[in-house]
């Protein structure tokens, strides 16, 4: 293999696929990106247990000529360190040579490194995915439905299948659901996609989807999802994001939601998040973050907590809309939080059936998404 | 105590103090921030073993109120929760109201806050400090002395003396030492004081330093410091910063420093340090950052580190001005990088006496800091 190649895109492909390469790989060889070069441009790959990235870089792009092969072949060079000395190299073109044994040189202006490349033979295959059906989402809605579920998976490994989002699909509209047993997070919106297409339990790492997230860009870009046995994969302008499925079965939640409530509140959602915010700092030093929410007499809700060493957080929040039983209830003010910050309403609509029962949060423009905490049972 | 304050000064002046607050104190007053509030204004005050910090916050600055104090008085408030909660309360203006056994009630709009307060006459007294003799050093001066030497002071405990900068004033020059053992940074600066005035052997803590730095403003202002028998004061508009000075005797590290050189280099310090961070990059996988230095025969020089796993990364470097005899010489390039940051000159002097004695770095532009590095002692 004998290239030349300009040092930007070259750093952006590695940023890219580095993602899936193992900080302490358990085989040297998934310590390393694989690197093909063919006349036609360069493609670079990275994996691990959970996920491959591959990256392709074309020889040209328009007018602009961003490498030049000399010679096809392939290296695996070891990540971390060609990650960081890449984006240092002096020159804007970097000169990549293969020699005997997957010795390779990298030259670019005044340096010269010499790297000890492993034989890309033993580098594992890629999963064959057959595209036969497959959805369609834009890139910032994919992300925003990430963002707004990922956050209530488990972070267990004592129930493997929870520490990732379940997605279905049925009558083009795909939905995200998580949960940790104490929360639940849903998220559904319209895909691009076959009508009749429709797949269930499909069940993919919350830590993977979070790596997924920080590859799409935020500029407008679709993102086509293929779905397979036991990979999923992901397609964006010359990327491709491999993830493995979790095994299980995904416990079905909808029993647990509750359709009808004693008691319903219209809230304010920033205000109601700085209020929790306040209360949620003195009740951390309890290390429980229990948080009180109450109704009054007078129409307003008091939310407060309290701390046996600091004292007492007191406030009073107005209500837009309040109908049902009063109510006095206690929950876990970072996982109201967590919700609370991911609602995109000005106003939302908070349902209870009483102290012990699910509470549920949901914005009050749009019924796409839906968030559960279950209380806590305490005394007074 | 009773008083009203604008939320910014307030949170400002906390913002402070806090620094001073131990996280983990060895008694509860210790985490704690003192109020002392008269019809001139509130001071906050927070103090560990090593630093003490006060703000005070006038009344009223020019047109502007802000501070009413109804009821003189004093108390001791949690500082953790109370810096947190402080920026975050709804109302630009808070209420503070001290009650029986220093229980105190926080205001701002719909939020209520009881804090159990503690008693202020338990607060440790501040060093009295008689101000007969003073020095006045520009901030952005007093930034740039810190920064250009604090990095060489050594982090181990096991000799205390070595983890401050040393501090000397003779004719009107303030000079600053660190050293590690391994490395050494000083830096000279004339200052504003009577040219008789003159302290030697003044060692104060790395970390009060770096805590000091960051306290003094970016703003043109100007620090005036008063040196007293155990304690160094620092004022700087409405903040009084008292750091301790470490108890000991400086090592003498004139003696060491060679005067003479056999090979003398000036080299690109962009470029320099741009090299040597390529090949540090290299020689942190194995450890010890072994990175060599060799004059060529054309008059370059080689810079190179390697890594028995990875490979090698060979850098040439243009000179422009080299005298004296051929050299080889290993170091710890991490040291060197830490010294070619803080140096603001284009090109840089470096002196050689040999592979085995220490190497001088000093800008070209000017002399007032100078830095010194052990080599290694390597075979081949």
New interface residues.
Partial sequence: MKLTIRKDELNDAIQHVSKATSPRPTIPILGGIKFDATHQGVTLTASDADISIQSFIPVEDGDLVIAKVDKPGSVVL?SK?FV??VK???SDEIEIEVREHH??MIRSG???????GLDPEEFPVLPTIEESESITVPGDLLKSMIRQTVFAASTSEQTPILTGVLWNLHEGELKFVSTDRHRLASRVAPVDCDPSYRFSNIVISGKTLVELSRLVPDENCKVDIVVADNQVLFKMNQVLFYSRILDGTYPDTSKIIPKEFQTELVLHTKKLM??I??AY??SR?EKTNIVRLATQDDGLIEISSSST?????????EVKQLTGEPLRIAFNSKYMLDALKVIDSEYLFIGFRGAMSPIIIKPTDHDNSLHLILPYRTTG
């Fill in positions: 070891p360190f960081e000395i240092k190299l002096p010795q390779t005044s340096s010269d490194i010499q790297m000890l700085d209020a915010d306040r700092l003195m030093e060493e600091l004292g007492r957080v007191t406030e009073h929040l």
